[in-house]
């Protein structure tokens, strides 16, 4: 599995390590191998790979291309700002810090209103959902899914 481009992934919401949403499930075993695990069934599911990557499934075609930190706060993602600051994005990484990293590359984001008393949602540039646990102040998960 190659290197994530995290900000080309926050910026564009496009892809993920070479997997894009509507890709075939046999796309993603071809790129990057067999996952670490598989939840779900035939019908609907998740791939999960290392370093938190994971790929939805609905049928035989990717919904959802996700990072997630919860679970795998020892991974980090070092990213650069328009500072030239190294900034990591990680399982550890709080809002003020997050938010530091979008202002200071100049990306689009708002907080989400939702009826949800543990998360802050911020969307990024109208593809992208940050999902923080409000009791830590810590990154949850980056992702996109398909509407």
Same mark, same amino acid.
């Given at each position: 599995?190659?290197?994530? &481009? ?23 075993? &071809? ?31 990717? &919904? ?7 679970? @795998? ?35 689009? @984001? ?22 923080? &646990? ?14």
């Amino acid at each position: 599995m190659g290197k994530v &481009d995290l900000i080309n992934f926050i910026i564009n919401g496009t892809s993920l390590n070479g997997i894009s949403l509507n890709d075939s499930l046999d796309k993603v075993i &071809d790129v990057l191998g067999k996952p670490i695990e598989k939840i779900g069934d035939k019908k609907a599911g998740f791939l999960q790979y290392k370093k938190g990557l994971r790929y939805g499934y609905f049928g035989n075609e990717i &919904d959802e291309l996700a990072i997630l930190f919860r679970e @795998w706060k020892k991974y980090s993602y070092p990213v650069k700002n328009n500072f030239n600051e190294e900034i990591n994005i990680s399982g550890k990484t709080q809002i003020h810090q997050f938010i530091y990293f979008l202002n200071s590359n100049e990306i689009k @984001w708002k907080v989400v209103h939702e009826k949800n008393l543990d998360a802050l949602i911020i969307e990024v540039n109208s593809t992208i959902y940050v999902f923080f &646990d409000l009791y830590t102040g810590y990154l949850n998960k980056i992702f996109v899914a398909r509407k």
